[in-house]
T-cell receptor, first 110, second 114 residues
Framework: GIQVEQSPPDLILQEGANSTLRCNFS?????LQWFHQNPWGQLINLFYIPSGTKQNGRLSATTVATERYSLLYISSSQTTDSGVYFC????????????FGKGITLSVRP | NAGVTQTPKFQVLKTGQSMTLQCAQD?????MSWYRQDPGMGLRLIHY???????DQGEVPNGYNVSRSTTEDFPLRLLSAAPSQTSVYFC?????????????FGPGTRLTVL
């Protein structure tokens, strides 16, 4: 099956710093989504981004489908950005499903 | 809108007991799905539904049953709980042309099986 690898596995930032989170995948995908799981466990969809670039406030994401990776940029990080960031991909083809990476744990310190 | 709601928030079961995890959404989404999340791992798909009366298996369906009698509700049944089913369970819904479109998640149910 498709492999989804996220890096780095853990990241510690000082408040105000910028960061880049990476998601690599092993096959062609129809669909890629980034999620944030806050420290209370709630999962929030950040981006639906099978290709191209999107921005939402301090967060932006870029997916280069031909090179099989996606990047999530966090600028001017805040303590509320702490949590786990997941990417999930859908393999191209019928009967597909979302396959999640193992996540990147981000801690933003005041 | 309440979005996606799940009950209960926490549950402890003994091995062999059965129970139903409830999931409801008020966004009129066609698609609903159940995931489990285990420590250090991403989410894994258990079952999903593309509309009332239609369900299909995901990656880890064994030991779980689902049904979808209405658009709003998608309960997950554990037939005979096992310690390996200790996990956090998330329900999600989505709209649009494919069930893997943008996913909206419920708050989760933390289940412990002793």
């Amino acid at each position: 099956g498709i492999q989804v690898e996220q890096s780095p596995p853990d990241l510690i930032l000082q408040e105000g710093a910028n960061s880049t989170l990476r998601c690599n995948f092993s096959d062609s995908v129809n669909n890629l989504q980034w999620f944030h799981q806050n420290p209370w466990g709630q999962l929030i969809n950040l981006f639906y981004i099978p290709s191209g670039t999107k921005q939402n406030g301090r967060l932006s994401a870029t997916t280069v489908a031909t090179e099989r990776y996606s990047l999530l940029y966090i600028s001017s990080s805040q303590t509320t950005d702490s949590g786990v960031y997941f990417c999930a991909v859908e393999l191209t083809g019928a009967n597909s499903k979302l396959t999640f990476g193992k996540g990147i744990t981000l801690s933003v310190r005041p | 809108n309440a979005g996606v709601t799940q009950t209960p928030k926490f549950q402890v079961l003994k091995t062999g007991q059965s129970m139903t995890l409830q999931c409801a959404q008020d966004m009129n989404h066609e698609y609903m799905s159940w995931y489990r999340q285990d420590p250090g791992m991403g989410l894994r798909l258990i079952h999903y539904s593309v509309g009332a009366g239609i369900t299909d298996q995901g990656e880890v369906p064994n030991g779980y049953n689902v049904s979808r009698s209405t658009t709003e509700d998608f309960p997950l049944r554990l037939l005979s709980a096992a310690p390996s089913q200790t996990s956090v369970y998330f329900c999600a819904s989505s709209y649009g042309g494919h069930w893997t479109n943008e996913q909206f998640f419920g708050p989760g149910t933390r289940l412990t099986v002793l």
